[in-house]
């Protein structure tokens, strides 16, 4: 019975490849049309996959219902009238992230696609990048937020919204049940989600069987909930040796900004600290279950983007600033 459940899960993905590479089946739109399983973008990972590479200025994305590649794009930031795109599809299997990659010429003036190359199947586990223009002559930063999530997450996310930055939030397993919602909201406002272990203990003293379950449980019930699985790690406190390097599957994300907010829970003194120190490319560490770090979140942003800065998650820091992050290594900044 499972053989045969597999034969025809084999044979439904060999099928949607079809149809995703098939010539005529394709129409292109200038609209960006989201769905939940299924959305193509360019990967921060991999960026040596993507032939043509047109400037963050352009995105697509799937509908299999329709048959349709949708494109959105800028014709001024495009010189080129025809561009190679290679498209990442995921989708959901077995628990498993599965990516298929289609490799489609493209005429965007025109709008006909010149020709397509079907590439092999890889099992992967990757974010995307949230649609927006970012401005690489001008400063970027990154807000991270730890140990959640609790009730004071999902205000916090409704301030980032308010002054449209996004920040990249590493939950703990032990915490997300009954908090389920809100790590839906991170997702459907394009916050990033990044494991932080399951119970906060420190991993440095740890059996190696020990360090995996603390970080698989969570990467598992961060899927169960949100059907992603986060690309980042970040050890509690911080702390790592050469063992947990080997162990993870993710690269870990430290930080060069400690606002030290669970000490203070002072508003104005974490505010006045982020202004001070911040710099292009800072990793700010702040935590997002104590009031007073929401109120400093509200307080700084405007003051952050009227000195031009660009708030964003940590994927998307690295992914603008070109650095391809690997495996097992250690990022603090992205400099
Ligand atoms: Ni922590």
């Known amino acids: 019975m499972r053989k045969y459940i597999f034969i025809s899960f084999l044979l439904i993905i060999f099928l949607l490849g079809n149809i995703i590479c098939k010539n005529n089946s394709i129409n292109i739109t200038n609209k960006i ?16 996959n993507i032939d043509n590479y047109i400037d963050n200025y352009i995105t697509s994305s799937i509908n299999l219902n329709y048959n349709n590649i949708f494109l959105d794009y800028d014709y001024n930031y495009i010189n080129k009238n025809e561009v190679e795109l290679t498209f990442y599809e995921h989708y959901s299997a077995n628990n498993i992230l599965k990516l298929d990659t289609c490799n489609l ?3 965007l003036r025109d709008k006909y696609i010149k020709k ?6 890889k099992d ?5 990048v949230y649609n927006q ?4 002559t001008k400063p970027i930063i990154a807000f991270s937020f730890d140990d959640g999530p609790n009730y004071n997450t999902s205000k916090l996310i409704d301030v980032l919204n308010k002054y449209n930055a996004r920040a990249t939030f590493f939950v703990l397993g032990s915490k997300i049940k009954g908090n389920e919602k809100v790590l839906k909201k991170m997702v459907d406002n394009n916050m990033e ?35 992603t699985k986060p690309v980042l790690f970040r050890p509690s406190y911080g702390s790592f040796n050469k063992k947990i390097k080997e162990i993870s599957n993710s690269p870990i994300i430290i930080w060069d900004i400690d606002t030290l907010d669970w000490k203070y829970h002072n508003s104005k003194m974490i505010s006045k600290n982020i202004l001070k120190k911040a710099k292009d490319g800072d990793i700010i560490l702040m935590h997002d279950i104590y009031s007073a770090t929401v109120n400093a979140v509200d307080q700084v942003l405007p003051e952050l983007i009227k000195q031009g800065y660009q708030v964003v ?4 820091m690295f992914y603008y600033k070109n650095i391809v992050l690997e495996k097992g290594k250690i990022y603090g900044s992205a400099k």
């Open 133 to 136: 223009k970012i401005d690489k």
């Open 124 to 128: 992967v586990q990757y974010n995307f």
């Open 193 to 227: 989600i990044g494991n932080h272990t399951y119970s906060h203990k420190l991993l440095t003293r740890l059996t190696n069987s020990k360090i995996e379950d603390e970080i698989n449980k969570t990467n598992e019930l961060i899927y169960n909930v949100t059907n």
């Open 116 to 121: 397509n190359i079907n590439k092999k199947d």
């Open 105 to 107: 010429n493209i005429n």
């Open 313 to 316: 998650t940590v994927s998307e």
């Open 33 to 48: 049309y989201k769905q939940k399983n299924i959305e193509v973008n360019y990967p921060h990972f991999k960026i040596e």
